[in-house]
């Protein structure tokens, strides 16, 4: 079973979201985790490996303010 949300590579336009994910989360969830990737399409990156430092990487920070802003709805 993999943890993986979603993910992207620099050589295509396409974002991939785990199904499980998808099917089993709140949309503001899984618009947090597309707002994530787009991030990483336009940019912006984090540490691979989990660090304390990749909670305040710009695609982290942005897709927490996503769900956020979402849950107000």
Do not use: C
């Amino acid at each position: 079973a993999t943890t993986t949300v979603g993910y992207t590579y620099p050589n295509t336009k396409r974002i991939w979201v785990n199904t499980k994910y998808f099917n089993t989360n709140p949309v503001t969830s899984v618009a947090s985790n597309l707002m994530h990737e787009w991030l990483h399409k336009v940019g912006f990156s984090h540490a691979q490996s989990y660090s304390t430092s990749r909670d305040y990487s710009v695609p982290y920070a942005i897709g927490r303010m996503v769900s956020s802003i979402g849950a107000q709805f």
